[in-house]
């Protein structure tokens, strides 16, 4: 069945309704179709389109299309070239010829607009909690690795030592502001194509604003022409879903480094580890490398949507077609990730004396130019001080901490006897209290101000 | 000169450091870096790091400096291998020692993050003007063409007639989505990086809160290694300048297709046209292909920064220096693009007789079957005898107005004298009356509340 | 089961291994995969490690194997982790024990690497043949369409008048290109993984070149390292794929354009055209858009692949497990897309008086400027005379043709009477008979050339 | 100057022609420019539209231009829209009206396809000689390292052992698969578009294979249409780019990661390395940062101009224009990488104590494993078994070299006194002797067919 052949004398060829037919995916959206299809059985009905018996017929007739799809029963036909085809054919079956009314004033164009927004909008809630149980892992690492050093880097050259859990926590913002995108983009989201027929608006008295509260958006389309044709919020939310996914990348990058026979400053749990068909010994960080990995797929899927937008003159054109496989695919992608890298993150062990003895003193350099400046030094002279210092150690072979107290001076006289307390990792934590320092009180106020977002949003 | 040779004994490769150099682009930062480093003076100041004399000293240097950029009179080096080395190198040169002080407790890695996030702050507010210029330019278009009456196209074929003014204001939506997706990232944008150092935080006790303060962002972020890692704001402003520039691309290409021998609904005017260098003939919208080309460089320069971004472990790595010119060029397109696009909508002609002549009487198949809707036949029923009777005109050769009365009754007897009403493009206009629709009364009132939205933003 | 067990204590988490598993898409490599298995038996007992019976029992598991994929009778087993272990575990249930020694000396880094480029090497088989037959239609319009001309357009303005056929062929030599740029990538793929190991190459003396010629590959990897991570030839394969979905949506564009209401050059038949759930009369280019909107998708293949590859450092990582996916739906959408474009060209109707009537007379300005240049003007000269001379015509509201003598000789006195000759499409046609001009003979010639080129391949 | 103002009454909106001037980028294509003149010159010549008198004035006058260039004294004026105006009206100041008869039977379509592919096949020598010069760094470094042993990874676990040089050599070719790659597409861009005019080909009796001939292009295009809008060979560049650009990155990925403090395989020398401006001790791979952050950028580069093509109808759009500005990046991007990453590779230090015990045991497994299957066990139990080893000695915490004797019984019989000798990392490279593996013999032989590749093209 399709619903438009009147004028039509000849069939579609079979390859090109294999290439027409959006049902193999827009099936997804059945429970979205359903809802909004009620909502419209409802304004027509107030716009004097239906009587009571009518209205009754289709709601209840939608409703038990929807439990057939709740428990897998629902059957589709092979004509049934989209979602909304098939749930208006069931409806067919079901209630007869009252069926035929539901569409009156209304048009695939908004009604896909509208199901596929409302889809959006409860994947972003879904994906909210996820992002929610994630942050409260990372949170828990924070409190629980409390005190484990481990070397911080720049450019991966250790820079400055640095709290285990102030690192846990610099992956916790980016999720607070994916949460804050994904947020405003759903409020976008919200806003009702649904009587906006296929271009022009309805030709039938219905009150979009009732229509609208009806399913819980904020405010009906403006504009007709746009509302059927705008994908900003697929395009916002693909967007949303990449640097997302750049975000757990980077985690990911990290701690398949940090788990490496070279670094040993974890390992995962069995739980999220697989091995090798070939080498018995190996335990690889496969799930990291999948999520590591997929983040260039969901970059590719959001260039793929922009340039297939780009291509379109105004109005709606079957190419929108394009947009509901790669969100979908990126709302699981996501829904699977979250769980599966909070999973190994919680379960991971650190191995706090690895960590801390693979910090090399030359990361307390900054530390030695601190010495000068609070002497009066200029940074920038005490900056080249400390470097003509660890290229002197490097000339003599020894470690820097053990360079003679007479190069020190003869670098600069300000070196003096208590150079040494410098040689101390716990201070140089210590020394960085300022708001947002890795220093063990800033990083106790960061975790309560972490608490506090996610209890906002608990 | 650079500001980290001390350690080193060798000396950069001329070919490494042509590769290294940011100069060439991040100069456009100096204002930001003078304006970055004033503010950061007095917040050492405030720590006690510099006494009244070198403050006054250096912030009097910084002004200067920044005359000298406001004149075209600073003269960089060869070996200044950024903006940030160009300015302290100079301030050196006019204030002597004292300007040594300045990078106390400051890394690049913070200061570049501050300049570049002030430099975004500084494009949205010049992109939130031309976009509310352009958005003028559209609604003043829906005023001026009240009343012309074009065909509205579905896959480019003819579906509905439109108000002209309809169409115009379906491209005005889109860019209210575009500035407040702006105005939002440019208020994430203003979290301040200053203050965390290299990694891990500064040394000394400054008030990052104050800092923000002074500088006019909303709060300092709350954990360094994020802070001078975090480029979403770079991602999110190519995002916002790539899904922009489709809108831009959408509207430019239904605008050549206007301006074709054979759409001719429009005329561009000479100011925003070009010829051939072959063809004396030739009046070419070249301005709107290449508003619609760079369109397709955008979605690039997004896909490209987020591959990079997205292959990084935690931290700041020298991969993020490519983070500049895209952000840069992005700017600059659409700085331009939008007064162009502008001034060309502002000028063109349009060609009312030709547009509405151009409509045939098929498009009005929606309002045929919405008649029989009303006399209580099902939507779907209605649809079909529609497309019957489409089919039955072009096989007797006759416009679908004219089939003859018995063929209409022939399909459906509720086809009566009163259908002949039908075929009137005004009433078909009148009756999308509904809100959001191309009704004049329904266009009107769409028109005030885009005024609405124009107003509160001026 | 997996292959990897033995060093385990504790088992996969769910979610981790449905992130993990590869089997819902890499099953499509299972009769590669089968194939490339008695490959390597027939290899490993050359080398000694399996005597007769073994390899007859193996190869015979394997035929037997692929006979139930062929039947779709396969079973798979849940625990089934990928294509590569379900068929060593159907192997085992089918032969016992002997089925362990199949996987001496390989690892299925080496193992998958084969089978994928496998696949891509048959898929370009079959690819090369739908192109050739989209090819063939191009060239069968070229010929039936011979006479009927159209308006040839720059910057979609009227240009010059074109033939039909010669822009037909316009489509046939990108395609040409395409097929050139498969057939290279493919030869490129032909180079074996296989006896590579996990990284190191394989510790059991395998003859790598007998095992390349079995398998029907060019040459084995010189380099067991690269061999495993190269993943070039999926990524020129999906290049390959966007600029062919390019030069399909480029074509797709232009017959949606001419067949609108306002160009009116053609019509597609309904075997290719669809119609609107809402407007009864819509009879819509579904098809074309489709194919123009997935070319955009295949872009976002090609950049998300690659943006995966570049995060990678050298050797394998799990990562690459996302390559086969955008490989296998770029793979179906241009084995769809061919005969569906191809049929849609093949059966659309032309409609000559239209296209002809369509031709506006400034076309023939540079023929204008041409009269002149044979009367010994320099070009540039004669190019300003003609703008003049249609600036003239605008300002007097007559065609160019009607503009009186006089009018033209007060422009430049060479316009003389014989210019009225120029005034003539098919004249302008027949002069442009420079080798791969539109000039009738010259399209013969080309149709010629093409022929040519398709019958070298068929 | 413009050179087609003839039919235009206004002038062009001053940010216009800012957003139409394509000079800022094109005059790169000077000599290309010339170059493409002078040959259609003595085309026109030949075709009697040029006396042998303006042949020679004209000839004459772009050698004079061409001076001009070299010398860097070629006065641009702003009136000059593109590199074809300028050199156009450069001719005529230098000698005169004769100059008005150069661009007779071309089209700036048709000679800007001509130039820039010009520009492509030169730049394209170019990078086969960086690349050359890379792989004999490369292979250079393949003979000095050899005997150095490092761990060889995947999914960044140790796996196995391999020669420094048989890692160094895994990187030789990619790359000669990108000089494969770049050898074709050069051959596919040296097809002629000149003397197709705008897009119907020229209306003189021109020779183009003459043409082509003259000018070193394999053959004339055999379409005109298709001539002037074909930008597949830019598409190539940029894909091959994009490509050659993942190699590096990979490279320079791993590089970092063997110079970290962890790692500690290599030290950058201090002519590639670079400072903080904060941390005194810091050495970092900046150049190699870049190298890997600049691949992003040429995928987004890619992704971009495909975005572009994708939308255009057939025949030439102005949206064309963008192509060149990210052709002429990515090849300077890559005429720097090539030899700064060259450079560095070239001046590395490595460490080959610490690389050889930085291999830990377990890597030998698979060497475990095969020395079961010497012995008749089937691969797939061995795994088992060593499997169980590795996690019996984790149990007891001794390293899996010093399991007693007794527990490699327990787990199987076939476990000898002659396992001992298993323990080695040499024997376990020596083991791996088929082509392409990792033995010393194999890197020899391997080494010997990278150099004939580099003999091939030197």
Redesign the interface.
Known sequence: M????????????P??A???ASLPFDQRLAAEDILGSQVWARAIHQAG?LDDEELASILGGLDEIRQEFENQQFSFRESDEDI??AV?RRLGELIG?????????????DQVATDFRLWIIHAADRLQNHMLDFQKVLLDRAERDFGTVI????????????LLS??W??????IQ?DR??LA?LAG?TAVLPL???????????????ALADDLGFAS???????????R?FA??FL?WA??T??HI???A??L??Y?????GFITF???????????????????M??????????????????????????????????DK??VFEAADTLE??F??VG??IATLSTHPDRSRS?I?T??L??????YL?KKGI????A?????????RAEELGVP?ASLPGLEWQAIHPAFEEDLAETFDVDQS?A?????????PQ?VRA?IN??KQMVLDSG
């Open positions: 399709n619903l438009w052949s009147g004028r039509f004398s000849g069939t579609l060829n390859l090109a294999q290439l027409n389109l909304h085809t208006e010829p009252a069926s035929g009314k539901l569409h009156t004033g209304r048009s695939r164009n070397p911080g880097y720049t450019h991966f050259q250790q820079a400055q030592p640095l102030h690192w926590l610099s992956h916790f913002w980016p502001r804050d995108r405003q976008r009587g906006c027929g296929a271009l022009a608006g309805t030709a039938f008295p219905i009150d979009r604003q009906p389309a403006p504009n007709s022409l746009d509302a059927v044709s705008d900003d395009a916002e967007f990449a640097l996914g750049v990348s980077r985690l990058e990290a398949i480094l788990s490496t026979a070279e670094f749990s069995d739980a999220y580890s697989t091995g090798s068909s070939l080498m018995p010994q190996k335990k690889n960080p496969d799930l490398e999948l999520a590591r990995g997929k983040s260039g797929t969901l970059i590719g899927r959001l260039a793929g949507l922009l340039a297939t937008l780009k291509a379109l003159p105004s109005a709606y054109d079957k190419d929108l077609q394009e496989l790669p699977l990730l769980p599966v999973g190994a693979a090399q030359p990361v350099a900054t530390d030695l130019a601190d400046v200029p940074f920038r002279e900056h080249g001080c400390v470097g003509r210092a660890i290229r820097l934590l020394r960085r209290a300022a708001w947002g320092g890795t220093a800033a960061q101000l972490a």
